[in-house]
């Protein structure tokens, strides 16, 4: 099994409609969970850090589903300037001090006008 | 934004040269990592520093040598290396606390594209 999976699209959405992406981690041990994003060609950015209360940053939902081990994504009105790939990311957290981060490969969001 | 730095950003070498790609982080961080990313694979964790020491080698071949000479810089000698190897190689920094998950955040360079001919 991955260690972070995520089903790569890419997801066509016309500009304004809500759309939706989860991803499921194995490391039932893992302590701090992203979500960033990667324009082509570019670096990853931090979204969004995502808590188990949930949490919201204008458009963006996140939730963390610790039981089920799932990480969802939630862009509601969604613009032009979204398309991008959406990178589910694992902190499995080891040891404590600094831990390498576990990349999912990546949802493909492609938003038509 | 130039919170990280990444020199070159390109670069084509053969596979008996030696290069070294150089980041630098400029956020005050305790802590610098490596990673691949290849086409159609995710980003994969090299090398983890945290206050200049290794704390992880994520069994990467001894062709990649990496090099922590402060907190701010992080170096990967590069020699011998394969076609296989060419990929986006970025460069991480974070502030690392024990416990803390709120400032683990990691912040990426731009990446050195690598190509082996």
């Known amino acids: 099994r991955k260690e972070v999976e995520q089903d790569p699209g890419p997801f066509n959405v016309p500009e304004g409609a809500t759309v939706a992406f989860n991803c499921t981690y194995s490391?039932?041990?893992?302590?701090?969970f992203f979500w960033y994003r990667q324009d082509c060609r570019k670096e990853p950015k931090l979204l969004m850090s995502v808590y188990s209360s949930g949490n919201e940053d204008g458009r963006f939902t996140a939730q963390l589903n610790r039981a089920s081990q799932y990480i969802s994504l939630l862009i509601r009105d969604s613009k032009l300037s979204d398309s991008a790939t959406y990178l589910c990311v694992v902190n499995p957290r080891k040891g404590g001090g600094a831990d390498g981060l576990t990349f999912g490969k990546g949802t493909h969001l492609i938003i038509q006008p | 934004e130039t919170g990280v730095t990444q020199t070159p950003r390109h670069l084509v070498m053969g596979m008996t040269n030696k290069k070294s790609l150089k980041c630098e982080q400029h956020?005050?961080?305790?802590?610098m990592y490596w990673y691949k990313q290849s086409a159609k694979k995710p980003l994969e964790l090299m090398f983890v520093?945290?206050?200049?020491?290794?704390?992880e080698n994520n069994s990467v071949p001894s062709r990649f040598s990496p090099e922590c000479p402060n907190s701010s810089h992080l170096f990967l000698h590069l020699h011998t290396l394969q076609p296989e190897d060419s990929a986006l190689y970025l460069c991480a920094s974070s502030q690392q606390g024990a416990y803390s998950v709120i400032t683990d955040t990691q912040y990426f360079g731009p990446g050195t594209r690598l190509t082996v001919l």
């Open positions: 956020l005050g961080h305790n802590a």
């Open positions: 520093y945290n206050f200049k020491e290794q704390t």
């Open positions: 490391n039932s041990a893992s302590q701090s």
